[in-house]
Nanobody
Framework: QVQLVESGGGLVQAGGSLRLSCAAS??????MGWYRQAPGKQRELVAV???????NYADSVKERFTISRDNAKNTVDLQMNSLKPEDTAVYYC??????????WGQGTQVTVSS
């Protein structure tokens, strides 16, 4: 059974930092990353990283967020700095197989107060 378990969300003031972590079990995933969904909006990509270390970031988080991955532990982290109120959302861990099948975590709330 494949599971993605997230941790690290919470409440922070604007300008602060949070670190999200996600541990995958049951499968080795080609791409791992983070998406987010704010109230009334569609789920959007935040950052992804391949098993080879290639990364892709949403323009809105470049220079502020850093994604990293530990292939041996099958984990992916998202370091979020200089947080803004518009970063408030439920953040979902994502894992993708080589055949592009996606797995999702249960989501973790990130709230940034102004």
């Amino acid at each position: 059974q494949v599971q993605l378990v997230e941790s690290g969300g919470g409440l922070v003031q604007a300008g602060g930092s949070l670190r999200l972590s996600c541990a995958a079990s049951g499968i080795i995933l080609y791409v791992m990353g983070w998406y987010r969904q704010a109230p009334g909006k569609q789920r959007e990509l935040v950052a992804v990283i391949t098993s080879g270390g290639f990364t892709n970031y949403a323009d809105s988080v470049k220079e502020r967020f850093t994604i990293s991955r530990d292939n041996a532990k099958n984990t992916v982290d998202l370091q979020m700095n200089s947080l803004k109120p518009e970063d408030t959302a439920v953040y979902y861990c994502n894992g993708r197989r080589l055949d592009n099948y996606n797995y999702w975590g249960q989501g973790t709330q990130v709230t940034v107060s102004s």
